[in-house]
């Protein structure tokens, strides 16, 4: 039934007036931002493949930055409105700031997001072998449901820094050429006993061993040659000893790339968008910001998987003393300073998944294609955990989002007291700064393979230049 636009009914014209119009961001975008959310998808599938782990994601940010015209900020200097600097923290987390007209008198704007992501660390002592085999201990990093690391491809990445002060970086397990890794599992048939455990304790944490290798150095009568091989392959291709691992940081990620979900084209499946997925739009904002009125700060932060602990994590002060460098250049007091901040805390929410739709309140999640998702708070139980964003800071947010044409929708983690989670924002908000959660709805969260949406993901973008730009 179709009908004229002056003859809609009272309640059309009420409905329209009054309520949400829930409806897919599919349809709502323009021809023309869809085709700019594709283009800018493109790039941020190469970094993900890019920038697998933090320190990655630092030395891409960093090289980004300094194409931009960033410079590494020296507080021995004065900075003037348009100047940008970058800090980098033991190469695991970066800021980026553009200072602008009115420095930090008026407060900074603050986007935040974490390059750390569930990984398979390798333990200090990892080489051993076992009937035959090598293989490497491995200590899992952050939420992580275990089964679905076993018997996918995995390359191994990071640093071992030795005692002569260098540091040798491995990656091994990404290009064609290069061999990769794997946890096994047991086969089904033998598999009985397994499959009848629950499933959090299917595979345990001792029982993620990567298979490495299984030829023995051959002129070795001794035991142990296998691991010796192994060893030797691995000091001929790097340098380093058995006793070097204790001063590495080397991590097992899955090897695969990002690629296209759907005969549509329309989402990403991907490891590690769980934040890299915000920290991309936070990057790219950051290096768009022209002139703003007050100095911008894009942090892109370590250690959020396992919370935010350390000193490259948000528990940290690094990003309290880099603000208190820029305010006592402008003569400010940094309390103040903060007192008169705000933040988009860049993260993801649990994209509502129709196969477990039990597990989340239907009008309180987030949708693939809806948007960039606003979450006023996260926590567990009874908002336990968590800070919360004002009434008065989420009306300004959504203010600047409608101002600027962006799609955007609201989300709670799930369903209450069926679980529940936590972001940096409360740390950011222990520091007397406004803030709220704002990101990409992601399905298969923490999985090695997650999904999200093209239209989201560039959505996140425009939120988080929208609000840099914002008055
Ligand atoms: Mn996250
Ligand atoms: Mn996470």
Redesign the pocket.
Known sequence: MSKKNDTKSKAEQLKEKLLIKKESGAKKISADELKKADAFCEEYKNFLNKAKTEREAVAYAVKAAKKAGFTEFDRTKTYKAGDKVYVNNRNKSVMLAVIGKNGTKDGVRLGIA?IDSPRLDLKPNPLYESNDLALFKTHYYGGIKKYQWTTIPLALHGVVALKDGTTVDVTMGEKDSEPCFCVTDLLPHLADEQVRKPMYKAVTGEELNVLIGSRPFCTDEESESVKLNVMNIIFEKYGITEEDFLSADLTMVPSFKSKDIGFDRSMIGSYGH??RVCAYPALMAALDAKNPDRTVITVLTDR??IGSEGNTGMKSTFMFDFIADLAQSDGEEVRHVMAKSSCLSA??NAAFDPTYASAYEANNSCYVNNGAVITKYTGSRGKSGTSEATAEFMAKVRAILDENGVIWQTGELGKVDIGGGG?IAKFVANLNVDVVDLGVPVLSMHAPFEVVSKIDVYMTYRAIASFYAAK
């Open positions: 974490h769980d934040d959020e998987e993260d993801v972001t």
